[in-house]
């Protein structure tokens, strides 16, 4: 506009003279002046300017009345919004700090308990050893005295003895105690850890300052952040001072790495940090197999039937549990036992916090490595536990919720029919997967679609949740919220067990085949 409203008007033709704008040509939508009207803009409609006049200022009115009705109203609540956000804002880093201190303080009571644990082992071993060597001077100063009195005893044959006396004594000279065996004493080290920072780091939490994050529909995860991304992800975009950088996108077609038959049967997987991985299945024996399948070492349980096994994100040491309710860890190549359970175990789930999780019948319970329970799952208000039987229980990497097969045997009072659920770190629920698949979802062909049936679960690098499906032949890929992503593969065998190893590499079982599948690039 040339002037402010209520001013005369001073817009006048630029073509002629500074003449009146006081026609409208519809055609070309311009004011235009008489001389326009009869040079350029000849031929063309016009009309006076008071004309469309009207028109215009129901223009403006439905301007204001839409801006006053819609648009202020939305700018005032997002206004209103700022302060929740503000107040969440700094809730949120509160909460952090307060959640940071507490991992500290508890780490602290940790190395405490550790501490006195360890001065405890010493101090039992320094009384054993004592009590060695207090015996065994005992027994030398006995020996001592008793040889004294035999040389007597001989030298007294020997002076006035018979022939006879001197018989007896030689045999007996052949005949005594010997000298008292020393004790084999208990021994300890301690070598104390020069450059303890990287597991103080570890021990302590994992730090994520990235701002953003969002999963497309192709199931690629991009972040945004401020910060430097590794070199070996690919750049999407760079808005003003932040980096969009794709860490992980799925494949148009999963890849097969490579394919063996197993020397044993497996039902519970672990691939571990160094490209093996254990297995087991319903039996005695823990096996430990090389990359193409050779098998590397054998673990035996002499107790009972190893029920699931789960590696330590952390430690990167194997837990064990078994029939009989042992709880036991993989140390030297020998299954050390941590602690026992009332209920027998179905399944077990080592967390990075250093938490074993349980799941039983009815019931799921975090206990610490000592055995002292932390949290525990209780009936609702039904009267129904939020799960009844437990079948797999792995722990997200990213969110640390945990997700649980859930067979949902009637022997255990559930109804039959099987899913997965999601609960958060409290062990409430998040949500439930029952193995829709979009119809629109193109599937492969097979034996045909039988009702959900999940053996196995996993999680990958970046929470999303990898479901063996034992009826169907197959393994499914969601996201950590519950979307359906995409079949990674389908197979001509039941799906037994699945693993992913720290390249996202997928160990998946089927029947007697272990297969290495690549679904994904990062």
Not at 370 to 381: D, I, K, N, P, R
């Amino acid at each position: 506009m040339a002037t402010t409203i209520g001013q005369i008007p001073l817009r006048t033709c630029t073509e002629h003279n500074g003449r009146p704008l006081e026609l409208y040509c519809e055609k070309c939508d311009k004011l235009v002046c008489l001389k326009c009207h009869l040079s350029t803009h000849k031929g063309h409609d016009v009309c006076e300017l008071s004309d469309i006049t009207p028109t215009k200022k129901q223009d403006i009115q439905n301007f204001i009345d839409r801006t006053e009705q819609n648009e202020l109203v939305q700018l005032r609540e997002y206004i209103k919004s700022t302060d929740t956000l503000l107040r969440d804002n700094t809730s949120n880093f509160e909460n952090l700090s307060h959640k940071l201190k507490k991992q500290t303080d508890k780490l602290k009571q940790d190395l405490d308990f550790l501490t006195a644990q360890t001065l405890s082992l010493y101090h039992k071993m320094e009384e054993d050893n004592t009590m060695l060597i207090r015996k065994y001077k005992q027994d030398l100063e006995m020996y001592n005295k008793q040889l004294g009195q035999l040389i007597q005893e001989c030298k007294a044959a020997l002076q006035h003895g018979s022939h006879i006396e001197i018989y007896d004594t030689g045999c007996e000279i052949h005949s005594q105690i010997s000298v008292p065996v020393k004790p084999v004493l208990g021994t300890a080290s301690f070598t104390p850890n020069k450059t303890p920072q990287n597991h103080l780091k570890l021990a302590l939490g994992k730090f994520d300052a990235l701002d953003q994050a969002s999963t497309n529909q192709d199931g690629s995860v991009i972040r945004t952040s401020g910060g430097q991304e590794p070199s070996s992800t690919s750049q999407q975009s760079e808005p003003k001072g932040k980096k969009a950088v794709t860490m992980y996108k799925l494949l148009p077609q999963t890849k097969v790495l490579e394919e063996w038959r197993s020397p044993v049967g497996i039902n519970s997987i672990c691939p571990t940090a160094d490209g093996q991985v254990y297995g087991v299945y319903h039996s005695k024996t823990l096996t430990l197999l090389d990359r193409k399948g050779k098998e590397i070492q054998e673990v035996k349980h002499r107790r009972t039937i190893i029920k699931d096994i789960s590696l330590s994100p952390t430690t990167h040491t194997l837990w064990v549990c078994d029939r009989e309710n042992n709880i036991m860890e993989l140390v030297s190549g020998g299954l050390k036992h941590r602690f026992s359970t009332k209920e027998t175990p179905r399944c077990i789930c080592v967390t990075a916090c250093n938490h074993v999780i349980l799941g039983m019948t009815n019931n799921i319970s975090k206990f610490t490595p000592q055995g002292q329970m932390v949290l525990t799952t209780s009936a609702t208000g039904t009267g129904k536990p939020l799960v009844c039987t437990p079948g797999r229980i792995p722990e997200c990497p990213v969110t640390h919720n945990v997700t649980v097969v859930h067979r949902n045997i009637k022997g255990d009072g559930g109804d039959g029919t099987r899913h997965v659920i999601v609960i958060d770190t409290d062990f409430r629920e998040l949500f439930v997967y029952r193995g829709d698949i979009p119809s629109t979802y193109k599937q492969s062909s097979h034996k045909g679609v039988e009702p959900f049936d999940p053996q196995s679960v996993v999680y990958d690098s970046v929470g999303n949740i990898i479901i063996g499906d034992w009826d169907n032949y197959r393994v499914l890929l969601i996201s950590g919220r519950g979307e359906f992503l995409r079949i990674i593969h389908t197979d001509t065998d039941c799906t037994c067990a699945v693993g992913v190893d720290r390249e996202d590499v997928l160990w998946a079982v089927f029947g007697r085949n272990v297969k290495l599948l690549q679904y994904s690039s990062g």
